[in-house]
């Protein structure tokens, strides 16, 4: 399970950087590209299962909203009992939801 703020990447991704040197330079350039979702997918993030967006006030009170969020999702199913819902990322509910960013709003 997801819980807190959309991520800072795209779902769909270039990965296994590999070390590359340049005339003067060295870097690391991506080598393959990794699909967490259908390749067509443009998302610019992948959205959590339950948002939970961060706050200041509840960092200077040493809240934890998402751990409290995570906590009353705790039950006692086994874990072998996961079933393609929550397997099949991109399929969850939670890939459909539209979001902004708070100077969006």
Known sequence: MFVGEPSGGAPNHEGD??????DGF???VSTLPWFD???YD??????????VPLRFADWTA????AMEAVFAQVNDQPL???GEQHTN???RPSQK????PFWML
């Open 37 to 39: 979702s259908h390749p």
């Open 42 to 51: 443009k998302r610019i993030w992948t959205m959590p299962d339950i948002l």
């Open 89 to 91: 990322y991109s399929e």
């Open 26 to 28: 060295s870097a690391y």
């Open 97 to 100: 939801t539209e979001w902004k």
């Open 80 to 82: 072998d009992d996961l």
């Open 17 to 22: 950087a590999r070390p590359f040197q340049g």
């Open 62 to 65: 040493g809240r934890d909203r």
